[in-house]
């Protein structure tokens, strides 16, 4: 039995490794015998990918948490390169994270002429839309998971295929739960410690604040993989604790206990919607990355709910106004009123239907496995 394809694949983010260990256990199902090496987390490991280099110690939050990473962005450069150069991969999966992907990995791939397909694109539409041309010049096929994205890459000359969004798959046979058996409110900070530790205060005077008017208020807090419990619980008042629960499971199982969330603006917002409950959606950067953004994005929301509707469906506040003053009453608004509450959950299922059917992370595998056997017919 001749050995199959040898496919890497790079996240660097925790979403990364969410996505990467879907498509690598695709991969697995459609590519008998292949063989997946990668940089990611435990997600990938568990799925079955050898991995080179831990993603944990490349993802960074901002300009200046750069500086501090330098090291090890560099020696996890240097490991792929040195296997892109022994091992000779077969194809080549870019996952998102594009100033590590886009900028450091991409063009040594292409040196190489090694097959690259780029899978969940990086933000373009929202900031610095000329990477676009990157893009085709070094990318073989581009595989986006927003419905938007399609029409902006085609406009683009950029070979592009919409594969839906693999977080689809995910709430398959979700079921969400009456309003009267969800108990927690649910506190959705991030991934990253920075990124907690930003945002996680301001959540919990939110959550204080919303006790002295519900004392019986309770509030869960899923921790991703790669998060620092000890870091969280030294975010937490002594006094707000117990009324915390910390668990390690899918988001999608806290989420259907939740009647609302306060959200970290990123992918876990879209998870809200599709579990159909009522956000706020929060999010802060360091001052100087604030400063520098604000003078390149281009889009009109913050949040990937917004966005796919076309219009605000949550609300959204940034930087300063990232406090409970502000918070509590855009809570009150949505949980205090019934009408008003089934008319959000009304729109968050609407943005479930633009998300397209399941299925999005096989459709993403057979792109890869299209894109090998166009590599193996171009040697012939």
């Not at 300063?320 to 509450?341: F, K, M, Q, S, T």
């Amino acid at each position: 039995m001749s050995p199959g394809p040898r496919i890497l694949i790079v996240a660097g983010e925790d979403s990364g490794d969410f996505h990467g260990a879907n498509l690598a256990r695709e991969l697995h199902r459609q590519l008998p015998g292949a063989v997946i090496d990668g940089v990611g987390g435990q997600r990938m490991a568990a799925a079955g990918v050898s991995l080179l280099f831990p993603a944990s110690r490349l993802a960074v939050v901002g300009l200046t948490e750069v500086i501090g990473r330098l090291p090890a962005i560099a020696a996890g450069r240097r490991r792929i390169l040195s296997y892109l150069d022994k091992e000779h991969p077969d194809v080549v999966v870019l996952i998102d994270f594009p100033d590590f992907n886009l900028n450091l990995i991409a063009p040594q791939v292409k040196k190489r002429r090694l097959p690259l397909v780029y899978y969940i694109s990086p933000q373009l539409w929202a900031w610095r839309p000329g990477r676009a041309a990157k893009i085709k010049a070094l990318v073989d096929r581009m595989l986006v998971i927003l419905p938007f994205e399609k029409e902006f890459y085609r406009r683009r000359g950029v070979e592009v295929t919409y594969v839906g969004h693999p977080l689809v798959d995910s709430f398959v046979d979700y079921r969400p739960l009456p309003r009267s058996q969800r108990p927690y409110f649910a506190l959705l900070p991030g991934s990253r410690d920075k990124e907690v530790s930003r945002l996680l205060p301001a959540m919990a005077a939110t959550a204080r604040q919303l006790r002295r008017r519900r004392p019986e208020l309770e509030f869960i807090l899923p921790l991703a993989p790669s998060l620092d419990q000890e870091l969280v619980l030294s975010l937490l008042p002594a006094d707000l604790r117990p009324a915390v629960k910390l668990v390690r499971e899918p988001l999608a199982a806290c989420l259907r206990q939740a009647f609302f969330a306060v959200v970290s603006s990123g992918t876990a917002t879209l998870e809200t919607a599709l579990a159909e409950v009522p956000m706020v959606v929060v999010y802060r950067l360091g001052k100087l990355t604030f400063l520098a953004g604000r003078l390149l994005v281009s889009v009109p929301h913050i949040s990937l709910v917004n966005l796919i509707a076309g219009r605000e469906v949550v609300p959204e506040l940034l930087q300063d106004d990232v406090c409970a003053e502000r918070i509590v009453p855009l809570v009150e608004a949505v949980v205090g009123n019934e009408r008003h509450y089934a008319e959000v959950v009304g729109e968050l299922r609407r943005v479930k239907e633009l998300l397209g059917g399941p299925g999005a992370t096989a459709r993403a595998a057979a792109e890869v496995a299209a894109c090998l056997e166009a590599a193996k017919r171009e040697e012939k």
